[in-house]
T-cell receptor, first 114, second 115 residues
């Protein structure tokens, strides 16, 4: 079983829709949860990170973490064609430790249709 | 501020040959990471440098892979001899502080094809 599970999609939505992206995980030691956006042939770009449980909002993006269910979500409001990309969840165990070893999901390919 | 730079961006080599990938981190970033994504799989951690020291190399797949960071600046990742299953994209990332929650910045990747 993979440590992090993510539906690869593709997910196609019309412009303006609310998008929900999700990951589940099995390692209860994960403390930091991140969402990366990756455009085609580019490197991952950090969108948001959350420590432990709760919500975090940044503009059109909201990240949610439910540690009791081992489930994280990213919501995109008023989606735009420019949001079309692969969205990767990533997690790590350690805070202030010696490494920043990230465990990634496989990524969800999102297409926002104009 | 220049981002993380990787070279070459694409490489096609024959099985058994050697390839060396280079990463120039963002200036002032002591932490440098290598990750890899092979076809159809998730991005996986390879190793982590703090300056010139290997902090964690638990993700290195086998002894055909050698990473160095002489002088604590740029890093190289050598694959020798390359095998078909080494094909994929190799990402380098760098960050100022260690530990989770500190932002790390990824390069655009070096795309390796072994034929």
């Amino acid at each position: 079983q993979k440590e992090v599970e993510q539906d690869p999609g593709p997910l196609s939505v019309p412009e303006g829709a609310i998008v929900s992206l999700n990951c589940t995980y099995s390692n209860s030691a994960f403390q930091y949860f991140m969402w990366y956006r990756q455009y085609s042939r580019k490197g991952p770009e950090l969108l948001m990170y959350t420590y432990s449980s709760g919500n975090k909002e940044d503009g059109r993006f909201t990240a949610q973490v439910d540690k009791s269910s081992k489930y994280i979500s990213l919501f995109i409001r008023d989606s735009q064609p420019s949001d079309s990309a692969t969205y990767l969840c990533a997690m790590s165990e350690v805070y202030g430790g010696a490494t920043n070893k990230l465990i990634f999901g496989t990524g969800t390919l999102l297409a926002v249709q104009p | 501020e220049a981002g993380v730079t990787q070279f070459p961006s694409h490489s096609v080599i024959e099985k058994g040959q050697t390839v060396t990938l280079r990463c120039d981190p963002i200036s002032g970033h002591d932490n440098l990471y290598w990750y890899r994504r092979v076809m159809g799989k998730e991005i996986k951690f390879l190793l982590h440098f703090v300056k010139e020291s290997k902090q964690d190399e638990s993700g290195m797949p086998n002894n055909r892979f050698l990473a160095e960071r002489t002088g604590g600046t740029y890093s190289t990742l050598k694959v020798q001899p390359a095998e078909l299953e080494d094909s994929g994209v190799y990402f380098c990332a760098s960050g100022r502080g260690s530990g989770s929650g500190n932002t790390i910045y990824f390069g655009e990747g070096s795309w390796l094809t072994v034929v």
